[in-house]
């Protein structure tokens, strides 16, 4: 079956006609492709949204909500392109289209917004995670896993850990034994702004391996070691805002209780915890393979004729050094692209993987 | 990913089987000087000498190899030790008052390194005792020892004590002899009146058994009496009252005269004739260094000679004014008089001299003089009294060590140059007798390859010692101070020793190498590289100095050449505010025959050079400091590359260094003294009464309160930390940088900051172009060229700790000429080559000449050590003659040793080698290339052990005692050799050395979700299909079925009790 789908173009307000299977409408990736060929806009960021039956402008940007707007074609389907940075959106979500035209308002959406100040929340994939509450499922309750992804933000991690001694339940009666606590949060660094972690929080685990035994030395290069991807698991101060788990329910519909960190918005099941608006950052960045992606910058290894010498080939590094220098500072964005034009291993440039967004398994929220 | 996370409990016995046979953890032998030594004693029947030191640790030497080592619970200081003549036995005596009885015991028949030992003998502590304190009044110190003496018939110890009595404990079950208590008051009783004056006696100093009449003993007191007392009819047979404070006593060997030692610097001999209850002058008092106040004598030996006058042998007596800070021993015969002038303090002193009790003199051979710091023995019998090179105990630190390297297989015809240039060195104090002390026999077979231990030192020498057995002994020394311009320069003021000596009073002598003071501390060696077939040697240190080195077997008077370097590469902004560079020699200087210096690297700035590397088949040399590395071409004489590796933003070192190599100087010297300090710390006579006890609880509790917690900030590394440009590592490899079909030389250099340069180099006559090279142009027109090909940035940042390439095979290449001549199997040059490079967080292999990570394991992240040291080594089986495995070695900064297999990186075994606070000790590991190594366990100690259960030296060594030799029960062949100084270190456990994992009890029920947890186990192998083994694949196997197991287990469990953790 072919349909005619109705292209609006906001960029200059052209109108394209094409047809796409309805059956098989493919991958979002083809298709963003296919718009872009067609509109003769390849090296432009464009936001692709479509009308659905409400008429609300919904936007598509994945493979699921290319095939749900496939699939809510009759027969046409109106799909607006913006230009990524002229996007308003406010736009997006309910009550954009039709706003103007019909008054057909879905009142169960529109509830939240209408009783509170508009919240900008950005689309999903301009955001990245810094953190997230993960194995809510798997953990005691009195645990919380947290996760610190700090590559690619410029914000420190921000807090500092102590020896000290915990008390523990052991068959012989209560024992003491050493611990290792977070002893300060440094005010606007990652790990305060999370709210997951806490001064006097005991750290159980780095990254999936127990602290006990080890020396706060020890525990301090392990976390460094996996600063870019860490995760600690601690038995929290305060115990009264654990995840109540009431059965075992599928990983992703842990509720949140936690109001630490709440500052009067709303609860929202997303799936991560704190968001952090970043440009134009995709979630590849925060790829586990990725935090070991050593940058390696080739020279144009040509044979050197006979006439050149040392200075030359100093001349040339110097060139190299300059280019490879912001690479190696953490400026925004610059260094990912020089990662990603850098990147030998075809998997580093994969989407995240399927495990990925999995292991984020629950979600709590801010 | 479920298989990585128990990976490491796999167990598959033939792998296990192959470990053992590969692996195997000992301490063996303690080369150098013992720390801080406290007591010396001789056992004249054995032939064997004890020296004690203040960290509790006994050992004992004989002829060289014959070594044993015994070490008391406590790290207590070893005050006196006390041979059972002939048995094989010995008393120490500690600081606490407590006596041990030590035994040679011979362990039951083991197997070292395949070949089976028996009759090995050890040290064995046996019995201990310690007097009892006296209840009621009197205070502990009464109780406490001052001498000991053994009778001859070793049957009854005297022990003298600080309140004056003297006790008797019987041997060799250490019961005390209640009855026969000496007190004061005994001897007091039978004392002059005048005499009396109601004054104590105080302690008794000396304790001497007459030499000819058994069950006389002289007892010497502090206040000068002197008792010779019998043993038997329990009265003073005489009475000598001295009238000054006595220090020592010793007898003259017919028993006829005596002599005492006092503390004005005087000594007095007494005539012992029978008939005269009481003594009140001696025949002859002398004061020899007098009329001036002098210090005290604090040890006197009087020794009679067949060739006339006696020889006089004492300790201190200097003038206090003009000498009172010498270290002095005097040596008197006739008119002969020579004072020895130590660099250190006399510890104690003994003759070896005839003992069959036939013979009327002592005819004494030689002097063993134990310092401080070193041993000196003195021929007795050669006129002048030349000191004799000693075989063992060589005084490592006569300047502080500050570098050493190990070369392993010395070439039989560089070895031989070696022993000549050293011969040469000594010259005139060639060895004219044979060493003196040679008891036991040394069991071990000759070593089956040379090997050379270098050190590099503060005052700018490398000293050569043959490190192939178990004494090591200096073989050559070299020093660089000759190549500049130094303030104290030889030539600069001639001077004549013997004109000097004529007039002096007291004749003093320069005696032992012991010397801790550095002319200029700029002169220190750093880094040191020896090619052992070229026989070049490239020596760097503190000053930016780099230098080539040659052997030659002939003098030379030449001009060294020199090159400036500059780092820098007019990075701007940049002052240097440290120390100035060397200023070369303008002048030819002189150099002996042995290592002659070539060229004269400078680098600009002059800091300390952190790395160097040598390739002398293409005539190259790399070098780097904290500001960039360069690469020269010694054969052209000109630098071919110098590259800055400081980051713009390192604010540090656009300031200028200073405080850095300070600061870096001023911790390593903080670190040594600590350990210093730590082992002083038990020197001090402490006296412990309740109110003392009860102050040091009060401080304990006060301190435990007044502890503020550590915190650690957890912050990722950033390219901004200071120090990022240090470069840490260079190395030359030939392979494939290019592409995959070209291989040719190449240099890699890693940094502090975990950056990595490569660079091609263009070698002419190296390479795939050679054939062309040679058609035509004139080779030596042609300059090394090299190109950058690589910069490579680790995201972790950690400090790059080492490089190194291997070849198709996942072998490393061999050296420089090994290939080329033969000596090594030519390394595979057909299949893709790898990189290993060892940073302190990770260890990662990645495949050329398209650097991709190929394998890693992350040591950090999952112990939380930190790699120090990293060694290729090569493991031989002690199963299979032919098969051995090359084996990646890490030493983190908690002191153990983890062994990984390459490519795969996989985890081996792991052992706890050094304390972790020993940070010295870690800083100065080195590898040798067949698993043995060598750290400092103080400033003149290296601690030998070995990682392979097939090269172990160690020594084997057996005694001709008077007693027969049992197995002793306690001696099952698998107790681990005791250490000694400061490496107390809790050994249960390590026979098998593998630490187990414990699984993770928190993230238990695992197998409900797909989903690993976070452990995600990046040191998987990312890409091992082409590396893949059967072994491998069995490995995987048994190690599923061993996680479900676990699974299983953890589930059972789950059922119990959900957690350890209160809520």
Redesign the interface.
């Known amino acids: 079956f072919f349909k005619n789908i109705h292209k609006k173009n906001q960029l200059n307000f052209e109108f394209r006609r094409f047809s796409v299977d309805r059956v098989k409408p493919g991958k979002f990736e083809e298709f963003y492709k296919l718009i872009l060929h067609i509109h003769r806009i390849a090296n432009m960021e464009v936001m692709i949204g479509y009308a659905d039956v409400h008429g609300d402008l919904l936007p598509i940007n994945n493979d699921d909500n290319f095939c749900k707007a496939v699939s809510t074609a009759h027969p046409l389907l109106r799909i607006f392109i913006q230009r990524q940075e002229e996007v308003d959106y406010a736009n997006f979500g309910t009550n954009t289209i039709t706003r103007k035209k019909k008054a057909v308002v879905a009142l169960r959406n529109n509830d939240v917004n209408r009783k509170r100040p508009h919240i900008r929340i950005g689309m999903p994939q301009d955001f990245r995670p810094v953190s997230s509450i993960i194995d809510v499922d798997i953990l005691p309750e009195s645990h919380r896993r947290v996760r610190l992804y700090r590559h690619g933000s410029d914000k420190p991690l921000g807090f500092y850990i102590r020896d000290g001694t915990s008390v523990r339940v052991t068959p012989h009666g209560l024992e003491k034994v050493p611990g290792i606590f977070i002893s300060r949060l440094v005010p606007g660094g990652l790990a305060e702004s999370t709210g997951l972690l806490a001064v006097n929080d005991e750290v159980l685990e780095v990254n999936g391996i127990e602290v006990t035994g080890k020396s706060l030395d020890q525990v301090t290069d392990m976390m460094i070691a996996n600063s870019h991807n860490l995760i600690v698991t601690v038995k929290p101060v305060n115990q009264r805002n654990n995840v109540v788990r009431s059965s075992r329910i599928s990983g992703s519909s842990g509720q949140s209780s936690d109001s630490s960190g709440s500052t009067g918005y709303p609860s929202l099941s997303v799936a991560s915890g704190g968001l952090v608006p970043s440009g134009a950052h995709g979630y590849q960045d925060d790829l586990e393979s990725d935090e070991d992606a050593d940058i390696v910058i080739e020279s144009s290894l040509k044979r050197p004729s006979q006439r050149s010498n040392a200075s030359l080939a100093y001349q040339l590094h110097r060139d190299l050094n300059l280019h490879s220098n912001p690479a190696l500072r953490h400026s925004n964005g610059s260094l990912h692209k020089i990662l990603s034009s850098l990147k030998t291993d075809p998997r580093h440039s994969l989407a995240l993987p399927r495990g990925g967004v999995e292991e984020d398994g629950t979600v709590i929220t801010l | 990913m479920m298989k990585f996370r128990f990976r490491r409990q796999g167990t598959d016995p033939q792998r296990e089987k192959i470990k053992q046979e590969l692996f195997a953890f000992n301490k063996t032998v303690e080369h150098g000087f013992p720390h801080q030594p406290s007591a010396l004693a001789f056992d004249p029947k054995l032939q064997l000498m004890a020296i004690g030191t203040k960290s509790g640790a006994i050992k004992i030497y004989g002829a060289p190899g014959v070594e044993f080592t015994g070490l008391h619970k406590d790290t207590t200081a070893v005050t006196q030790i006390h041979f059972l003549p002939g048995q094989g036995h010995l008393l120490s005596l500690l600081d606490d008052c407590t006596i041990h009885l030590w035994e040679l015991a011979a362990g039951s028949p083991r197997e070292v390194g395949g070949v089976k030992k028996e009759g090995v003998i050890s040290l064995q502590e046996v019995d201990n005792c310690s007097l009892p304190g006296r209840p009621g009044i009197e205070s502990c110190s009464a109780t406490r020892v001052t001498v000991l003496l053994l009778l001859k018939s070793c049957e009854l110890l005297c022990i003298g004590t600080e309140g004056g009595g003297v006790y008797f404990l019987e041997l060799p079950h250490l019961l005390l002899k209640e009855s026969q208590i000496l007190l004061q008051d005994q001897v007091t009783q039978s004392l002059p009146d005048n005499y009396r004056c109601g004054k104590s006696l105080g302690p008794v100093e000396s304790l001497q058994e007459h030499p000819q009449q058994t069950g006389k003993i002289l007892i010497g007191y502090s206040r000068g009496l002197v008792v010779l007392w019998d043993l038997s009819s329990h009265h003073a047979d005489q009475l000598f009252l001295g009238k000054q404070q006595l220090e020592s006593l010793t007898w003259e060997r017919s028993g006829n005269l005596f002599v005492s030692s006092h503390n004005d610097g005087g000594y007095s001999v007494w005539a012992v004739t029978s008939g005269n209850i009481c003594n009140h002058q001696p025949v002859s008092s002398t004061i020899p260094y007098g009329p001036f106040p002098c210090k005290a004598i604090n040890k006197i030996l009087w020794k009679t000679t067949q060739t006339g006058s006696p020889v006089l042998l004492y300790s201190g007596g200097m003038p206090r004014a003009s000498y009172g800070d010498r270290h002095c021993l005097t040596i008197q015969q006739d008119k002969e008089h020579v004072t020895l002038d130590f660099t250190s303090r006399v510890i104690d002193f003994f003759t070896v001299h005839s003992i069959e009790q036939e013979k009327e003199f002592d005819d004494p051979s030689a002097l063993v003089v134990l310092l401080e710091e070193e041993l000196v023995v003195i021929d007795l019998q050669t006129p002048g009294w030349p000191s004799l090179p000693t075989p063992y105990l060589a005084p490592l630190h006569s300047s502080a060590i500050t570098c050493s390297c190990h070369i392993s297989s010395v070439p039989s015809k560089l070895w031989e140059r070696l022993i000549n240039a050293g011969k040469a060195q000594q010259g005139r104090q060639q060895m004219h007798r044979s060493w003196p002390i040679c008891g036991g026999k040394n069991l071990a077979p000759p070593p089956k390859q040379q090997e050379l231990l270098l050190t590099g030192h503060e005052d700018g020498t490398v000293r050569f010692w043959d490190a192939s057995g178990v004494a090591l002994t200096p073989v050559y020394k070299l020093s660089t101070a000759n190549v500049f311009h130094t303030d104290c320069d030889p030539s600069d003021d001639p001077q004549d020793p013997d004109m000097q000596q004529e007039e002096e009073w007291p004749p003093f002598r320069k005696v032992g190498c012991f010397d801790p003071y550095s002319d200029d501390p700029r002169l220190g060696i750093q880094k040191i590289s020896l090619c052992k077939y070229s026989n070049k040697l490239v020596v760097a240190g503190t000053a930016g100095q780099v230098i080539v080195l040659g052997l030659s077997d002939e003098h030379s008077d030449h001009l060294v050449d020199m090159s400036v370097v500059d780092l820098l ?1 007019d990075r701007e902004g940049f002052t240097w505010k440290g120390h100035d560079k060397l200023e070369p020699r303008l002048k030819p200087a002189p150099f002996p025959p042995g290592f002659q210096p070539l060229v004269l690297v400078q680098c600009l700035p002059p800091a300390s050079v952190t790395a160097v590397a040598l390739h002398a088949e293409w005539n190259l040399i790399s070098f780097g400091t904290s500001h960039g590395f360069g690469l020269f071409d010694y054969h052209r004489r000109n ?5 800055c590796t400081l ?3 390192d604010s540090l070192a656009m300031e200028g260094p200073l405080s850095r190599v300070k600061s870096l100087k001023k911790s390593l010297r903080q670190s040594f003294r600590r350990i210093r300090k730590s082992r002083v710390s038990g020197k001090k006579r402490t006296i412990s009464t309740p109110t003392s006890k009860v102050q040091e609880a009060n401080a304990a509790l006060a301190e435990q309160e007044e502890v503020a ?11 901004d930390d200071s120090l990022s440009g240090v470069v840490r590592c260079l190395c030359f490899a030939d392979t494939f ?2 592409d995959g079909t070209h291989h040719g030389p190449t240099l890699w250099a890693g940094t502090n900051s975990g950056s990595v340069y490569t660079y ?1 180099l ?1 070698v002419p006559g190296v390479g795939s172009r050679r054939v062309c090279e040679r058609g035509g142009t004139n080779e030596s027109s ?2 090394v ?12 940042r ?1 400090p790059v700790v080492s490089i190194c390439v291997l070849d198709g095979r996942g072998k490393p290449l061999p050296d420089p000429y090994e290939a080329s001549q033969d000596l090594a199997i030519t390394p595979d040059m057909t299949n893709a080559h790898s990189v290993l490079i060892a940073s302190e ?2 260890l990662k292999v990645f495949s050329l000449p ?4 190929k394998t ?1 394991f ?1 040591l ?7 790699v120090r040291k990293v060694a290729l080594v090569v493991f031989s089986s002690t199963a299979q003659e032919d098969y051995s495995e090359h084996t990646l070695v890490c030493l983190t900064n ?1 002191g153990d040793m983890h062994l990984f297999n390459i490519p795969g990186l996989r985890p081996q075994v792991r052992y706890d080698c050094i304390r972790k606070e020993d940070i010295s000790g870690i800083a100065s590991c080195v590898f040798t290339k067949n698993g043995q190594g060598f750290y400092l366990i103080s400033p003149s100690e290296y601690e030998r052990f070995s990682l392979s259960a097939k090269v172990l030296t160690e020594p084997l060594c057996s005694v001709q005692l008077d007693r027969p030799l049992e197995p002793s029960p306690a001696s099952d062949g698998t107790m681990t050799q005791p250490q000694a100084n400061g490496t107390h270190k809790n050994q249960m456990g390590q026979a098998e050395g593998q630490t187990e994992e ?1 699984p ?7 197998l ?2 797909p ?1 690993d ?4 186990c ?1 040191d998987l192998s990312l890409d091992s299909t082409g590396e893949l083994t059967v072994e491998d694949v069995r490995d995987f196997l048994t190690t599923v079925d061993e996680a479900e197991n676990n699974l299983k287990n953890i589930k059972e469990e789950e059922g119990r009790s ?6």
Do not use: F, W, Y
């Open positions: 590469q630098a071919v590359l110098a590259r980051h713009p933003n917690p550590v915190q650690r900030r957890i912050e990722p590394r950033s390219a940088l290019r091609a263009e042609v300059c060229e090299a190109v950058l090909g690589k910069e490579i940035q680790l995201m972790h950690a967080e990770q398209k650097v991709s990570a890693k992350k950090t992240a999952h112990e939380g050590c930190r908690l414990v993770s009890t928190l993230s238990s029920p695992i409900d979700t989903l947890s976070p452990l995600s990046a959900p957690g350890i953790l209160i809520n």
